[in-house]
């Protein structure tokens, strides 16, 4: 039964039944000028978005020294040329971050689960832990690369001297201590009254963990974690300064390229 | 009843927390099969007498047997044991958010007493059916009400099928509207022959399904009997008082 004004009212009596629970009933002229609202404003912010931009391009390109800027930063004779070697880098940055990745997660995860080991048993590895969150999280990412120029130079057998490999170590490292301490974070976020629960029902300290405070621990944390992998992701260019300084007799670099690098590395 | 015939006896337990003492040598004696309603203040110790049968607390002084074999407050005691056996369900559902109503109610089945997902889901639903709960299997817990929370939290207790079950102010946080479908499941259980002690505020509640009331007091049972002993002819002044100010 569609409603009209005319049986839409308080007075509901036998003739005139009150609507089923269900109904959802909107004045069409309040309906009518909502959507004129709607439009009114899609317009206004478009309109306002486009005049912004334009007050940007005309500021920008009026002013002396634009020429300069565009012939540094956007020439496309440059861009072109150095692009296939971007790419290159982009593809290296993005398998060294699958690789860090895991292994941050991994890494971070028993860390904070060590710092929550309660038994007397296991201080050795709360204290462990603790320096090493304490040591990386204060120690500088930039030297802690240094693990790249100083354990190749110990010359130890079976130790890599590949650049790659020390990097991803150094960035495992360093991140493992952040995202330890997010991960802590988390299962301390996770009510008391959960492994009350999951611990009233008999699971082991160990389950209780593993089924109830872990999976809501985790979900917790995701956008400080993403906020983590961001980083990780801007932090691997500083492995260029150091591998750039080894292979500096090889000048092949393009100014593009100098410029673009720090944001991604490039292996010349 | 005499202590040797009790099934859960409490024996002079005492427990303090950060020097503020909450229960002061209590002594509770609960017959199989019955139901027994802790009331009493907040504050006067039903709770963590509860907590203490359950092991959720050890006590400082005392002892607390069930069955004549199991001492719950054993130094070595195998808590797994326990729990296996006693249930609490408690004031704020404790539900486990993350999960959905039927893996709640599974997890204990499963990783505790190592049943068979089939079978721990299977018991589940009948479970769930007997409280009129089936239709919210597969919901996740913030779909639920807070009856319906409560409901599936005792469903919870008791797929581990426990000899004992202690209810801690289940319906403490209930809209009233709420409160009846809780006691409802409550009263099932009674006639179903579990040993229930329930903290509880819902003094017309334990009138009728109590067998056993004590009245707690600054963290000793001040006075026990039946419902018509301790509602109808309190002895004590304290109990008394009590009972005036929640009428």
Partial sequence: ???????????????????????????????????????????????????????????????????TVAETFFNRDQFSESFPGLLQAFWLNVRIFLIAEPLILIMGLLIALARTLKSPIFLPIRVLATLYVDIF???????????????????????PSDAIFWGTATLVLSYGAYVAE???????????????????????????????????????????????????????????????????????LTRLQTLITPLMWVRP | ???????????????????????????????????????????????????CINALETVDAGSIMVNGDLDVTAFNVDLDAIRRRIEIVFQSYNLFPHMKVLDNITLGPIRVLKKSQKDSKVAAMELLTRFGLESKALDYPDRLSG????????????????????????????????????????????????????????????KEIADQVCFLHEGVVWESGTAAEVFERPLRAETQGFLKRVH
């Fill in chain 1, 1 to 67: 039964m569609g409603i009209s004004p005319s049986n839409f009212s308080y007075d509901y009596h036998v003739d005139n039944p009150a609507p089923d629970a269900e109904t959802v009933y909107v004045d069409p002229l309040r309906q009518a000028r909502s959507q004129k609202e709607a439009r009114q404003d899609a317009f206004i912010g478009i309109a306002s978005l486009l005049v912004f931009v334009a007050l940007v391009v005309l500021l920008v390109g009026r002013s002396s020294g634009w020429g």
């Fill in chain 1, 137 to 159: 999280r204060g120690v500088p990412t930039i030297l802690a690369f240094l693990l790249g120029f100083g354990m190749p130079a110990l010359q130890l057998t079976g130790v």
């Fill in chain 1, 182 to 252: 997010v991960f802590r974070a988390g299962i301390g976020s996770v009510h008391p009254s959960q492994t009350m629960a999951a611990r009233s029902l008999g699971l082991s300290s160990l389950q209780s963990n593993r089924f109830v405070v872990l999976p809501q621990a985790v979900r917790n944390v995701t956008p400080p974690l993403l906020n983590d992998f961001i980083s990780l992701k801007k932090t691997r260019p500083s492995l260029q300064f150091w591998d750039q300084s080894r292979c500096y007799a090889e000048p092949k």
């Fill in chain 2, 1 to 51: 009843m005499s202590k040797q015939d009790s099934y859960i006896c409490v024996d002079g337990i005492w427990k303090a927390f950060d020097g503020y003492p909450v229960l002061r040598g209590t002594s509770l004696a609960v017959a199989q099969h019955s139901a027994t309603a802790l009331i009493g203040a907040s504050g006067s110790g039903k709770s963590t007498l509860l907590r």
């Fill in chain 2, 147 to 206: 009856g319906q929370a409560q409901r599936v939290a005792i469903v919870r207790a008791l797929a581990m099928e426990p000899e004992i079950l202690l209810f801690d102010e289940i319906t403490s946080a209930l809209d009233p509207m709420l409160v009846g479908e809780v006691l409802d499941s409550v009263r099932e259980l009674r006639a179903g022959g579990l040993t229930i002690v329930m903290a509880t505020h819902e003094m017309s509640f334990a």
